[in-house]
């Protein structure tokens, strides 16, 4: 007995640039059987069966990696967590806004993480090493929840309109969270300089609290809530 | 970073702060204005007059101009860099802007000390 089958349909953003003059909306579609579920990076491996020219990056599949994110029906998530029947059809696929396409749903990260460089994501500690670890207290530990994990997927820094206006000052939401982290770690020693090397009027100031990136974050930490304590940490430290 | 020179303050911390004082300045300003006409309904030039002629009232229309003034230069400001790229364009409006809120701000405070 064949089972009763029912079509998802897509529109899917697709451009090849050593072939296509500019991009183009492609509608496609997929039957799945009926009653039955899948994640929307599964619809884009079934997809690419039927079509291998289509093009989009994945890693991990479990929303751990940050791999595959994509504009999907307008909102940036990853497409490994984020299941088809939640989302109303055509499910239009787009690659993350504001980042130069490379090909399909494949977008150039370049310059989201050279502003991430610019936050010196690494701990900073000038004084000397001890024998064994530096130690932290569970308090001072618990300042980090809600900043360490996230993932560097870019759906938040693409989603934010004052990085769409200015991506090469504007250092972004999720280079913002992790300078937050850095700020916030007891163990660092450079807090004084991190926050100077943000106080001018565009790398942290041109965050106008749109909240885009809290709003899409697919971890459900709040890039705005961590932008908020840098302020308030500069102005603690200026006033 | 090269500094913003036709900005407000010294950097964005400044410039924030600086937006958030004058936004409280103008919103108490304005609230006073506004239950000052509702108690008053038969208000005519000479209470009006009366009103500016204190000079409390006459500090804190100044302060209400400054926070103009300052409000006005940081948003504005933020505004043409977000959205106006032409460089010409972008420094042109500017300084207009700048010239103009000054020359408001003396302005105001003739016709203040003028009542």
Redesign the interface.
């Known amino acids: 007995m064949s089972q009763a089958m029912s079509e998802i349909k897509f529109s899917i953003y697709r451009y090849n640039p050593s072939i296509d003059a500019k991009p183009y909306m492609q509608d496609l579609s997929l039957s799945i059987e009926q009653g039955t579920d899948l994640m929307v990076l599964g619809a884009l491996k079934k997809l690419k069966e039927l079509d291998e020219t289509l093009t989009f990056r994945h890693s991990c599949g479990e929303g751990v990696c940050g791999s595959d994110a994509v504009n999907v029906n307008g909102k940036n998530r990853l497409c490994c967590i984020t299941s088809v029947s939640e989302l109303t059809q055509p499910i239009v696929l787009r690659p993350l806004p504001s980042l130069p396409v490379i090909r399909d749903l494949v977008v150039d990260m370049t310059q989201f993480y050279q502003q991430y460089e610019k936050v010196e994501p690494y701990l900073q500690n000038d004084t000397p090493a001890p024998a064994i670890e530096r130690l932290q207290s569970p308090e001072d530990r618990a300042k980090l929840d809600g900043l360490y994990e996230c993932i560097l997927c870019a759906c938040c820094t693409t989603a934010c309109p ?1 990085y769409w ?2 991506p090469d ?1 504007f250092v972004g939401p999720a280079a913002l969270l992790q300078a937050s982290r850095f700020i916030s770690d007891s163990r660092d020693t450079a807090k004084s300089k991190r926050l100077t090397d ?9 965050c106008r609290s749109i909240m885009n990136c809290a709003d899409v974050c697919p971890k459900g930490l709040n890039p705005t809530q961590a932008i908020a304590h840098i ?1 308030t940490e ?2 603690k430290e ?2 | ?1 090269v ?2 020179v036709l ?1 407000f303050g010294q ?7 600086w937006q958030r004082i004058s936004a409280v300045i103008l919103a108490l300003y304005f609230s006073f204005i506004f239950v000052y006409i509702v108690l008053h309904p038969g208000l005519d030039y000479a209470m009006w007059q009366a009103l500016f002629h204190h000079t409390a009232m006459r500090i804190f229309t100044l302060l209400a101009l400054l926070g103009l003034v300052i409000h006005s230069w940081i948003g504005i400001w933020t505004v043409i ?3 106006i790229k032409c460089f010409c364009l972008r420094l042109f409006l500017q300084i207009v802007i700048v010239l103009a809120l000054v020359v408001y701000l003396f302005w105001g405070i003739q016709i203040l000390w003028g009542v």
């Open positions: 004052s206006w200015n000052k943000l106080e001018d009027a565009y790398s942290l100031y041109r302020r500069m102005i200026g006033v | 970073m500094k913003s900005a950097n964005g911390v400044s410039d924030w702060l860099t977000d959205y």
